[in-house]
């Protein structure tokens, strides 16, 4: 598959530990954020969300964070699992036309 | 599964031929995207349809033009391909009313 991997940074943690992405967004009128898994040879694919009118976000194993004063997004994931090895997008998206301008990425690897 | 499906999976191209990718999303998800992914980078935007008109577009050439059409299908043609257009290109697609997009698998063109 392909290696979207390649020259992003990458974090590596071990299997049941928690994990902690950041990203900084660029556009003080953003108003929409989303993080985004990415597997080798796959898709985007949407795991959580959260608008400017919030500061944090709860799913399924999942936390998101916003701190709209310095423009910073995190993305917590508990009990991390192999299965979660992929790369990571924060997306931005300003003014209800849902054109999301995507951030560089981070890879994850989970070691067993 | 996103309901989003892409062909062909991979395609081979030389330098100055079209191409044309083909993106089927679910019904009732009136909106389409297309975003041109290059290896270690995040998706960039390239346009999006809405019920079959164009509804935005991104920093890409006129070279790159698509079509949506009234049975949930769309897609994205490509002229006078250049070597850098190789790349992953995703469609995804929006439901109306709602903010989530689903991404297809891509389609993986590389041009020689």
């Known amino acids: 598959g392909e290696s979207v991997g390649l020259h992003l940074p990458t974090l590596s943690v071990q299997e049941g530990d928690n994990s902690i992405i950041n990203c900084a967004y660029s556009?003080?009128?953003?108003?929409?954020f989303i993080w985004y898994k990415q597997e080798s040879g796959k898709g985007p694919q949407f795991i959580i969300d959260?608008?400017?009118?919030?500061d944090k976000r709860q799913g399924q194993r999942v936390t998101v964070l916003l701190n709209k004063t310095v423009k910073h997004l995190s993305l917590q994931i508990a009990a991390t699992q192999p299965g979660d090895s992929a790369v990571y997008f924060c997306a931005e998206n300003t003014g209800g036309s849902y054109i999301p301008t995507f951030g560089r990425g981070t890879s994850l690897i989970v070691h067993p | 599964e996103t309901g989003v499906t892409q062909s062909p999976t991979h395609l081979i191209k030389t330098r100055g031929q079209q191409v044309t990718l083909r993106c089927s999303s679910q019904s009732g998800h009136n909106t389409v995207s297309w975003y041109q992914q290059a290896l270690g980078q995040g998706p960039q935007f390239i346009f999006q349809?809405?019920?079959?008109?164009?509804?935005g577009r991104g920093n890409f050439p006129p070279r790159f033009s698509g079509l949506q059409f009234p049975n949930y299908s769309s897609e994205l043609n490509v002229n006078a391909l250049e070597l850098d257009d190789s790349a992953l290109y995703l469609c995804?697609?929006?439901?109306?009313?709602?903010?989530?997009?689903?991404f297809g698998p891509g389609t993986r063109l590389t041009v020689l």
């Open positions: 959260i608008r400017s009118n919030m």
């Open positions: 556009n003080s009128a953003s108003d929409y």
């Open positions: 995804a697609s929006t439901e109306t009313g709602e903010d989530t997009q689903y």
């Open positions: 349809y809405y019920r079959e008109e164009e509804n």
